[in-house]
């Protein structure tokens, strides 16, 4: 509950110091894991003094426990174990200081620990962070690699030396970080987040060479395999050897088996890109050189085409048939000519043989009434009536006399 205070009538420093250990009072015995990360064994004394440090997050507390605690596991535990520590939480009022008060101290076997961390990636895959579609390719070139290692490793060495014998121009910013112990989560998470903030870095590498299941437990924490799973930048994990296989490796866009072996697939070769360079010159050249080889092949077949070597024949050859044609069309047309003139002369003799001017020329005359009608038959006319007499040269008045 709150206490009520004013700058009045404020509490004492013992009444607050009080207070807090009464509430600390109340939270009972706890199971605790942690590191040890300091271990004070006086001689003669019958307490003694631990340091539980929670890698994950880097927080550190006291711990206290008889010596006779301590002894039942004191040929196991040693700086830098993990153990579960069943205490209780006390606050030592004149000092204002937390601590815990073991009873029990158990160490944390390797089984139980690859328990854990089999279920810890049972947790992290159904979350997808192992997902392959959410890995990232890495760049053919990198301009810079950043490396993330212990100090003057073999891990460091292995991936400089490799990468700058395939590739002597790559250049690395390189983040020297405990990689192991309880210092080693935070600080290589730092380094990964810091190199994953920059423009310039194109891939990270994260290498350690081998070591115990201990050892290795850093690179299987969940913190860091989710700072991983957050960086835009891809990362490379190269831990260990090749039977090693820390969560880091699956959350990775590209696990390598060793350091080495990272730097050969982060880097190219040189010379096998020359090489590569070279095979596709003379394919490319091969391919020009047949394509020309096949159009010369077909502009001299064309050539040796007759309408190719001697394009005015074919011309040559329709002028004679076009005169051929041209005579047969007059001659022709002079036949039919000819025949319709001869048909036109025998209707023209014909037609003037049956027309009435040749019968009036033959003496023949047409009497006409007064109407202009032809007169055919003498009952037509009445006696005393006047008639038109047409003849070859001329017309005359005639009357008919009864």
Same mark, same amino acid.
């Given at each position: 509950?709150?206490?009520?205070?004013?700058?009045?009538?404020?509490?004492?420093?013992? /009444?607050?110091?009080?207070?807090?250990?009464?509430?600390?009072?109340?939270?009972?015995?706890?199971?605790?894991?942690? $590191?040890?990360?300091?271990?004070?064994r006086?001689?003669?004394?019958?307490?003694v003094? @631990?340091?539980?440090?929670?890698?994950?997050?880097?927080?550190?507390v006291?711990?206290?426990?008889?010596?006779?605690?301590f002894?039942?596991?004191?040929?196991?535990?040693?700086?830098?174990?993990?153990?579960?520590? $069943?205490?209780?939480?006390?606050?030592?009022?004149?000092?204002? $200081?937390?601590?815990?008060?073991?009873?029990?101290?158990?160490?944390?076997?390797?089984? /139980?620990?690859?328990?854990? &961390?089999?279920? %810890?990636?049972?947790?992290?895959?159904?979350?997808?962070?192992f997902a392959?579609?959410?890995?990232?390719?890495?760049?053919?070139?990198?301009?810079?690699?950043?490396?993330?290692?212990?100090?003057?490793?073999?891990?460091?060495? !292995?991936?400089?030396?490799?990468?700058?014998?395939?590739?002597?121009?790559?250049?690395?910013?390189?983040?020297?970080?405990?990689?192991?112990g309880?210092?080693?989560?935070?600080?290589?998470? $730092?380094?990964?987040?810091?190199?994953?903030?920059?423009?310039?870095?194109?891939?990270?590498?994260?290498?350690?060479?081998?070591?115990?299941?201990?050892?290795?437990?850093?690179?299987?924490?969940?913190?860091?395999?989710?700072?991983?799973?957050?960086?835009?930048?891809?990362?490379?994990?190269?831990?260990?050897?090749?039977?090693?296989?820390?969560?880091? !490796?699956?959350?990775?866009? @590209?696990?390598?088996?060793?350091?080495?072996?990272?730097?050969?697939?982060?880097?190219?070769?040189?010379?096998?890109?020359?090489?590569?360079? +070279?095979?596709? +010159?003379?394919?490319?050249?091969?391919?020009?050189?047949?394509?020309?080889?096949?159009? /010369?092949?077909?502009?001299?077949?064309?050539?040796?085409?007759?309408?190719?070597?001697?394009?005015?024949?074919?011309?040559?050859?329709?002028? !004679?048939?076009?005169?051929? &044609?041209?005579?047969?069309?007059?001659?022709?047309?002079?036949?039919? %000519? !000819?025949?319709?003139?001869?048909? %036109?002369?025998?209707?023209?003799?014909?037609?003037?043989?049956?027309?009435?001017?040749?019968?009036?020329?033959?003496?023949?005359?047409?009497?006409?009434?007064?109407?202009?009608?032809?007169?055919?038959?003498?009952?037509?006319?009445?006696?005393?009536?006047?008639?038109r007499?047409?003849?070859?040269?001329?017309?005359?008045?005639?009357?008919?006399?009864?």
């Open positions: 509950m709150a206490v009520h205070s004013t700058p009045e009538s404020p509490l004492p420093v013992g /009444e607050v110091s009080r207070l807090i250990g009464g509430w600390i009072d109340r939270l009972g015995a706890v199971w605790v894991e942690g $590191q040890i990360t300091q271990l004070s006086r001689p003669g004394a019958g307490v003094f @631990l340091t539980l440090r929670d890698p994950s997050y880097d927080i550190s006291s711990v206290t426990c008889y010596r006779q605690v002894d039942a596991v004191a040929d196991v535990v040693g700086e830098g174990a993990r153990v579960v520590v $069943q205490a209780k939480p006390e606050w030592y009022a004149p000092r204002g $200081q937390l601590s815990l008060r073991a009873a029990e101290i158990k160490p944390v076997g390797v089984g /139980e620990l690859l328990a854990r &961390l089999e279920q %810890l990636k049972k947790t992290l895959a159904r979350e997808g962070l392959p579609e959410r890995k990232k390719p890495l760049p053919f070139l990198p301009q810079l690699i950043g490396l993330v290692c212990g100090r003057a490793s073999a891990a460091e060495r !292995d991936v400089l030396e490799n990468a700058r014998h395939r590739w002597p121009a790559v250049r690395f910013e390189v983040r020297n970080v405990p990689v192991q309880v210092h080693a989560v935070p600080q290589v998470t $730092q380094a990964v987040k810091e190199l994953d903030a920059r423009d310039d870095v194109d891939v990270i590498v994260v290498a350690r060479g081998g070591g115990s299941v201990e050892d290795l437990l850093p690179f299987s924490d969940e913190q860091l395999v989710r700072a991983v799973a957050a960086c835009r930048t891809p990362v490379v994990s190269a831990i260990g050897h090749e039977p090693d296989n820390p969560l880091l !490796d699956h959350v990775a866009d @590209l696990r390598a088996s060793t350091p080495t072996d990272a730097a050969k697939k982060v880097v190219p070769d040189v010379g096998e890109e020359y090489e590569r360079v +070279r095979q596709l +010159r003379d394919r490319a050249r091969r391919c020009v050189a047949a394509y020309v080889d096949r159009e /010369e092949r077909g502009l001299a077949h064309a050539l040796a085409r007759p309408s190719i070597q001697d394009p005015h024949r074919m011309i040559d050859e329709r002028a !004679d048939q076009v005169t051929a &044609l041209l005579e047969r069309g007059r001659r022709s047309l002079g036949h039919q %000519l !000819d025949r319709a003139r001869s048909e %036109l002369a025998h209707t023209h003799a014909r037609v003037v043989a049956l027309s009435p001017a040749a019968t009036l020329e033959r003496g023949y005359a047409v009497l006409q009434r007064a109407d202009g009608h032809a007169v055919r038959d003498p009952g037509e006319v009445e006696p005393g009536e006047t008639l007499a047409r003849v070859s040269e001329g017309d005359f008045s005639v009357r008919v006399d009864a």
